[in-house]
């Protein structure tokens, strides 16, 4: 042979003899177990123990040596967060860090959309991956117990059913990126007001039908990568590191084979992280520092304090081990998956989805046909038909707009605690509306009408926006209620902020009620102009005390970079609401279960502090507030419907401006474990518009006290005006059980069902019976 051909020869084998060299944890033809298990085969002690907690805010190390990446967490749960410095929670101050701010998770349950959900998880891994982030800390899953709760707004409602089911679309799309979800706060973490020293006291069967099934279905059906132990304590012990809840059932029951992450701060005890189940360990606070260390992270609790216990032969490595192997799962899921897209931030798609995700959120709550204030007062002009509800707003015949309220001005894309953002842009909604109605000759004004929180700024990013305004309460609501009186539609845009006692992380809301004044202000509008609109911008229901006295009411929630562009598409109906709420609207606080006058005082009946804000410890020692879940099961509407109570809005409710009828539900298959049921749907009216069909099922007869009914199927259908579609609604074995106590484990028992089908959980209009063998 001649010598160039002996040349070609060996340059063409050159990439198998380098393959053959590959160590295995390099190999990518190998799975990635063989890879996990030849990686941690060749780390040294130290290199085990770095990588199992942060070297830095939101980063864990790799191995250096090896070539095995670093591992960059980010929050979540609705946008990618802005840089902060190495060890500060102040901003790195970096140009390229702004995103697509999403709208909060509440509005994406409101949605009641799984489609919408999945492309939620998709946009947002992209623009996590496009940062380089290997882990987007979200979605939140906590069930919410109470209205009061401040984060509320980066959860999914009161339904375990619903909340798993949009957290199942955002897990898959997220981590289809190569992008790891991190499902938080696991669990019970169900309060902000002390929210470290909180020790959930609940009982085993609220705990496995309520606040857990959110969570098993990200991880068992959605395959979450990584999930986060919640700050609170859980029957005595630290979520983070609880036996129960991390070993015996995440891990143990549900075959869990990802890493489990601290909250940030989190983590309270080597020796419960050792052996319950913690595997990466965030945001402690050491005193590292002032000890004279050089990295105060080496004094994390799974850090030195493990390492010296290895090395004086208190603890072997078997837990050590289990843990890097998580740890290393995760990094060859996502930095070391080389087949994994490059992400993509900020694009016009995802600027769409979000607009879209936010239109198809906001509810519409009220929208009075026979607006009776106007009649009442005998003031039908040749505007308002008096048969024709006030929205969406007719722009052949409103000239002129008076908006009214802080919130129409407000970003609200910066506050609320760690799912603060750096958005690119936020359109809010008196801008929106400017740009949608620019050149339709409606003319549009503006008066502040209150004045709430006029800041904007959260660790080192600022809206930029100053919205301080020295007149006293009385002079605006004064200004705002004369403009009133000249306009012919009136909005208001109020609501809650992100600012503390409000929509806030670390704080619960002070109060149900409205702040600011903002009642007095609407009452005023609503005698001034009663062709008023309320739009309420919040992350839960807010009391109403003038729902009777304005005839359209819109919730709106935090809708990120899009919100006055969402809006404004409703308001002028270019989007048909198609909204429903994800949690009850209770007419007052009376009617939720945790802050219900049970106990008796001298004459009075008051609620009961046990359950809410529960008993502080009277315990030197230890610093606990004992939480009783003493309600057990009955949250939200499932404790509406045993007291027969009617809230202002029940769950599953939002109206349309079309109308819909359900019809022709029958069983089609009845085949236990996969029971169809199928119902169909007219759109009665003249717009194209959407409905949710939602299933409850109903145990006729049970040897255990069940919920009257519970949500275990929906589905929403888009209709043109006229047509009629079929809808097939699937319920599996879960849909009928019970979680048996004493066996350990669901059942369920033979007999009829009721299955009972409607648009909200008060709004049933269709009903099967079902037996089941
Ligand atoms: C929050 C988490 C968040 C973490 C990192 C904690 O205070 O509870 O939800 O992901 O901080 O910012």
Known sequence: MKPQNLLILALLAAPALQAQTLPVYLDETKSIEERVDDALSRMTLDEKIAIIHAQSKFSSPGVGRLGIPELWCTDGPHGIRPDVLWDEWEQAGCSNDSCTAFPALTCLAATWNTDLALRYGQSIGEEA??????????????????????RSFEYMGEDPFLSGRMAVGYVKGVQEQGVAVCVKHYALNNNEHERYTSNALCDERTLREIYLPAFEAAICEGGAWTLMGGYNLFRGQHACHNQYLMNEILKGEWGFDGAIISDWGGTQSTQEAIYNGL????????????????NAYDNY??????????????????ELNDKVRRVLRLIYRTTMNRNRGFGSINSEPHIQLAQQVGAEGIVLLKNDPSLRALLARNEVSNLSNPSEPLLPLNLSKVRSLLVVGENAIKMMTVGGGSSSLKAQHEIVPLDGLKARLAGTGVQISYARGYVGDPGGSYNGVSTGQDLNDSRSAEELCTEAVKMAREADVVIFIGGLNKSGGQDNEGTDRADYALPYGQDQLIEALAQANPRLVVVNISGNAVAMPWIDRVPAVLQDWYLGSEAGTSLAQVLVGDVNPSGHLPMTWYASLDQCSVHAPVLKQGRQRVADPRRYPGIERQDSTVHLWDIYYDEGLDVGYRYIDKQKFAPLFPFGYGLSYTTFTMHDAKVADATPGAVKVNVSVTNT???????????????VKSSVARPVKELKAFQKVFLQPGETKEVTLTLDARAFQFY????GDWRSEPGRFNFLIGNSSKNILQTLAYDLK
């Open 685 to 699: 009216g003249s717009r194209a518009g959407a409905e949710v069909v939602q299933l409850y099922v109903q145990d």
């Open 279 to 294: 595997d990466l360990e965030f945001g402690t606070w050491t005193d590292g520092l002032s000890m004279g260390a050089t």
């Open 740 to 743: 048996d106590v004493a066996a």
């Open 129 to 150: 991956r496009y940062r380089n982030k290997a882990v987007l800390l979200g979605p939140g899953v906590n069930i919410c117990r109470t209205p009061l709760n401040g």
């Open 301 to 318: 609790l799974m850090a030195n304090p493990y390492r010296q216990l290895i090395l004086e032969g208190k603890v072997g490595e078997k």
